[in-house]
């Protein structure tokens, strides 16, 4: 009997069930389906969020600045920073010292109640409200309180201000031009690292001694501050550095001129990574400073320069100018067998960051500058026609007679001094004339004869020392490029003025590692400028650079004894001047008028001297031009004004690399040029 109990539980027909089943499929196919989509759509999205909350790799030159202009709370020390490499001379003097310096700032918008009174005139309200009132006060208490231990903190650390000038930007609080709120202010420069700490310190005691009292307005702003130990004597080789103008660099310098602007990459380093954490909202949470790399030190030069040799140079011009005034003066001294550069200056110099200081006196004039060479160039056409066999070592030339004149294709060669008599071409260099060059080049080698002489001893281009913006050489093309604006080269010109140093332009540098060919019998070596190079692991040093046979032995040995004659000879170019009572020297004179748009030749000249010592093992090349000497009775040759200097340049030189005095070899015939 079915008394209906079963039919008590009631159940779902069958359609139900299967439609409940289709539902909540559907929804998670809905789900699957949404999840799909977002993680295609947003994936890249999603990713950069989970990135920006776990560690990371960062540069940290903007978090260094920030941390370091927050006095109260340093977070990186300075340490941390790259520091920017030292530059030593050849014997390990330091040149170029990197020393951190500070600028103490202050923000006197913080205090400016402007704002304040502003919103209370806009209420139409001239009583402030009690909040109003509290902060008005705290914010004049707090100045009153700067103005008050500023002063004093400063003067016990004997950092220089001026008190009013102090009182004045504290309390300047807007642009008077613009009327804005001025937010940094200079207080005072130079702070050494030591008062700095003491400073902060102050400040510290300050804020605890009374809470109301917040000095968080001061910020510390870091500059590296190169010091150059050595001054003028080394500052057109160095150069200078200056502050990055972008104040994200956090205080970075970098070299703007001589070689602190060359090798910047080498000695600025390179700056770590940091490695922080942060949350959705990229802002850093954890205070510990983790370098995922390490900052990498500047690397540290030394360069081929002697500091006392520079200063030896530095002072001979000086004095010399004083006698004979001129426009420069520059000189340079290279090693004859390495190519190594012991020397190159230019006066008159400066001393960086001096009160006196001039930019423009740092162009280092014996690199970038470029004169005609007048007789200078003499010993390398009388070598090139012995080497090809144009002239005889015996054979004598006409050189002007008893009236010094001679027509050459038209144009008229004076000798500076007469030669009645046929000069051999060793006896035309040491009295240099200049008819006896003439009738050499113009009759004997010719055109093609010369240009084939420039190319040997390589006259155009770049010495390629190393040092920036050399000068490249020139001389007249014997074909003129089109759309130049230049002529080419002709017998009655270039042919004319070549074998007496015009129509050619040489820097001090270049000339001077031309005159290597003769003090090493016959092979050029190229100049350098950079001894040695330390940056991390790793040292470069360069190599020398020679070229091998540009003349035979025998021309050069005639040529080297001619030049020695200059300074031996009593009616030598440079016998009263250049003779030396310690080393025996060989070299040339030249004497080149100067011309511009405002000069007229034969008014000023170009005085050079060029030399090679000891004359029987030469071991160094001295070159010096007197740019612009205006003639007076005292004279104007180069023997007259440049030999003197290079004389003592050579025995100071000498001296410092510990060669012993030769003047006592017996034998003038003796001298020959060795390999």
């Known amino acids: ?49 989970v990135a920006r909350q776990e560690p990371r790799a960062n540069p940290p030159t903007a978090r260094l600045a920030a941390a370091e202009t927050r006095p109260l709370r340093v977070a990186v020390p300075m340490e941390a920073r790259p520091r920017r490499g030292t530059i030593f001379d050849r014997t390990g003097r330091p040149l170029a010292i990197s020393a951190w310096k500070h600028r103490l700032l202050f923000n006197p918008s913080l205090f400016d109640t402007g704002p304040i009174e502003a919103a209370i005139a806009a209420r139409g309200d001239t009583t402030p409200t009690a909040s109003e009132k509290r902060r008005m006060e705290r914010m004049r208490k707090i100045l009153r309180d700067i103005e008050y231990a500023l002063p004093r903190f400063l003067t016990a650390e004997k950092i220089r201000f001026d008190e009013k000038d102090l009182l004045a930007r504290i309390r300047g609080s807007r642009d ?6 001025i937010k940094e202010v200079v207080l005072a420069r130079d702070v050494s690292p030591t008062s700095r700490r003491r400073l902060l310190e102050a400040f510290r005691l300050r804020a605890q001694a009374d809470k109301d009292l917040d000095w968080d307005g001061f910020m510390f702003d870091d500059v590296v501050f190169r010091e150059y130990p050595w001054g003028a004597a080394v500052a057109q080789v160095l150069g200078m550095v200056a502050e990055s103008p972008d104040p994200r660099d956090g205080g970075r310098v970098a070299g703007r001129s001589g070689m602190e602007w060359q090798l910047d990459r080498v000695l600025e380093g390179r700056p770590g990574q940091i490695l922080e954490e942060r949350d959705g909202l990229n802002t850093p949470f954890r205070d510990e400073i983790a370098f995922a790399t390490a900052p990498i030190q500047g690397g540290d030069v030394t360069l081929t320069i002697d500091a006392e040799i520079q200063r030896t140079l530095i002072d001979e011009m000086e004095k010399q100018a004083k006698e004979f005034p001129c426009a420069k003066a520059s000189t340079v001294v290279l090693d004859a067998r390495t190519g190594d550069i012991l020397g190159i200056a230019s006066w008159p ?13 740092l162009q280092l004039g014996a690199a970038s500058d470029s004169y005609e060479p007048g007789s200078t160039i003499k010993p390398i056409v009388v070598s090139t026609a012995l080497e090809r066999g144009v002239i005889r070592e015996d054979e004598r030339f006409e050189c002007g007679g008893a009236d010094g004149t001679e027509f050459f294709l038209g144009r008229k060669v004076t000798e500076y001094s007469t030669n009645p008599s046929p000069l051999t071409a060793q006896e035309i260099l040491w009295r240099s004339s200049n008819v006896g060059a003439t009738r050499i080049g113009l009759h004997r080698l010719g055109l093609p004869g010369l240009f084939d002489a420039f190319g040997r001893f390589k006259l155009r281009g770049r010495p390629g020392s190393g040092l920036p913006h050399e000068t ?14 230049l002529a080419s080269a002709t017998e009655s010109g270039a042919g004319v003025s ?6 050619i332009r040489l820097s001090p540098l270049h000339l001077a ?20 190079i330390r940056y991390g692991d790793s040292v470069i040093q360069p190599a020398p650079r020679i070229d091998r046979d540009v003349v035979g032995d025998s021309a050069v040995a005639y040529v080297a004894e001619g030049m020695r004659q200059v300074i031996e000879n009593p009616r030598g170019t440079a016998h009263r001047t250049g003779f030396s009572q310690k080393y025996t020297m060989m070299g040339k004179t030249g004497t080149a008028q100067y011309a511009d748009r405002d000069t007229a030749r034969g008014t000023a000249y170009n005085t050079w001297f060029c030399g090679v010592a000891p004359a029987h093992e030469p071991r160094i090349v001295v070159c010096t031009v007197f740019h612009k000497v205006i003639r007076t009775g005292k004279g104007y040759t180069g023997g007259v004004i440049s030999a003197p200097v290079a004389r003592t340049v050579v025995e100071r030189t000498l001296e410092i690399m510990g060669v012993p005095p030769d003047r006592e070899t017996p034998s003038v015939d003796a001298v020959r040029a060795p390999r």
């Not at 789900?31 to 947003?42: D, G, I, M, N």
């Not at 110099?349 to 006196?361: H, I, L, N, V």
């Not at 490249?472 to 604006?485: D, E, I, L, M, N």
């Not at 070549?498 to 129509?503: K, S, V």
């Open 472 to 485: 490249a050489g020139w001389y007249t093309p014997q074909v003129a490029p089109k759309g130049s604006g």
């Open 349 to 361: 110099s400066t001393t960086p960051y001096a009160k006196d200081f001039k930019a423009e006196r």
């Open 498 to 503: 070549f074998p007496r140093g015009y129509e």
């Open 1 to 49: 009997m079915n008394d209906g109990t079963a039919d008590s539980v009631s159940t779902l027909p069958r359609t139900g069930r299967t439609f409940i089943a289709v539902s909540v499929l559907f929804l998670f196919g809905v789900v699957a389906v949404r999840a799909t989509w977002l993680s295609v759509a947003f994936g890249e999205a999603k990713a950069a969020a």
């Open 176 to 181: 008077p031009k613009t009327g804005r709120p």
């Open 513 to 532: 590692t031309t005159y290597t060919v003769f003090a090493t019998g016959g092979d050029r070596v190229a100049p350098n400028i950079i001894r040695e």
